[in-house]
């Protein structure tokens, strides 16, 4: 069975981060880098983590980081026909 979905039975969903950073060697400007993962919300601890990662090890320093999720399993949608059709 395939990880990814069975993390998305639990609760995991797609997240994606982008995260603004000021260039280590150019101090005046920002650079964007966009990351994506399968994640918790509200806590997101994978991202957490990566941006623990980020603070320790990495010289650019983060200005702004940007978070959007959605779930990727979720019930069906049902819509009733508002009419009656008859096939031969």
Known sequence: MDSSFVA???D???TTAEIL???P???HVLQSFVWQNLDLAP???ALT???DFWENNLDGKVHRVRVANAQLVKP???RFSCGLYALH
Do not use: G, S, T
Request: hydrophobic content about 45%.
């Open 12 to 14: 995991y969903r797609i």
């Open 25 to 27: 060697d150019h101090n």
């Open 43 to 45: 806590r997101f601890p």
């Open 76 to 78: 069906a949608e049902f």
């Open 21 to 23: 950073y000021w260039m």
């Open 49 to 51: 983590k990566f941006l």
């Open 8 to 10: 998305q039975l639990k």
